[in-house]
């Protein structure tokens, strides 16, 4: 791999060893295994394939997990009731409810019956609202994973310049949260620009560290960074492609051709940013069962 691309695959089998260890040392200290309970409403290809790739990754790790599948067609009443049986299941330490839902049903509110302390994915407004105030019960695990790639790469972020492109509560706002308070991994300058900033070229071509989390291919191109500087593909979509077996590729939002000839630092895509999103879903899974832990002693 060339020297100036972060392998993302590595940091996060890094993460992933030290948490099968603590999980080791839970399982035979306290007879305690993590558990995750996957919610995946209909058949959208994306999510089965996520929803696989985290069922193996805890399987590696020894977290136990189960999926609950439900038809797309499922009522919110349907679905309202299996979050609440699995909020008192004391199997399942973290509750994860895989998104994007079908459109006749509300994910917002479906989000808030989520029990804050086995909400993994750290989406509850309960969670959101101590992120805000710089005590974190769970980061949601994109922006963790950023941050994390940050760290172990050792790239500057006190007093950086920062643009985030995105302001998804999945990824922007609470990563822009994340990166702003006075810890190791942030104290840094953030800006959030969205699709009605008029200046995005100039906001990026100012910045240290340019995080794309838009959706959106060929979002940040060649002529939009500065020399020497980060930057972070959060992006990933499905592009056509006839050489491949499946039929498709997966790109990012940066065009990764033009920005990797002028930064100093990339993530991939794949083999960026989303191994590290999985990997720090097991660490919060594995947050919530010491979590419990302490509550019940």
Do not use: W
Request: glycine letters at 8%.
């Amino acid at each position: 791999m060339n020297k100036n691309i972060i392998d993302g695959k590595k940091i996060a089998l890094k993460v992933s060893e030290d948490i099968k260890d603590k999980i080791r040392a839970m399982n035979r200290d306290y007879n305690t295994i993590p558990g995750l309970a996957v919610i995946l409403i209909g058949d959208n290809p994306a999510s089965l394939s996520y929803v696989r790739g985290k069922e193996k990754a805890c399987n590696n790790v020894g977290i136990f997990t189960q999926t609950f599948a439900m038809p797309a067609e499922s009522s919110f009443e349907s679905i309202s009731e299996l979050i609440l049986s699995l909020n008192i299941d004391e199997r399942f330490h973290g509750i994860l409810l895989q998104l994007p839902l079908p459109k006749h049903l509300d994910s917002e509110k479906l989000i808030e019956l989520i029990d804050p302390q086995k909400d993994v994915d750290g989406l509850t407004s309960e969670n959101a609202g101590l992120l805000l105030l710089g005590s974190p019960r769970f980061v949601p695990a994109t922006p963790l994973g950023v941050q994390r790639l940050l760290i172990e790469e050792n790239i500057k972020t006190d007093g950086a310049k920062i643009l985030i492109i995105g302001r998804s509560n999945l990824v922007g706002l609470p990563l822009s949260i994340l990166l702003l308070q006075k810890r190791e991994g942030a104290n840094a300058t953030v800006t959030v620009a969205h699709t009605s900033t008029k200046n995005i070229e100039e906001l990026s071509l100012d910045s240290d560290i340019v995080i794309v989390a838009s959706g959106l291919p060929n979002t940040l191109l060649g002529r939009m960074v500065k020399k020497g500087s980060v930057v972070i593909d959060v992006g990933v979509s499905r592009m056509p492609d006839h050489t491949k077996k499946t039929g498709y590729k997966l790109v990012g939002d940066v065009n990764f051709n033009e920005v990797s000839q002028i930064v100093s630092k990339i993530t991939p895509v794949p083999g960026g940013v989303g191994p590290m999103t999985i990997a720090m879903l097991l660490n919060n899974v594995y947050l919530a069962a010491t979590f419990s832990l302490k509550k019940a002693n």
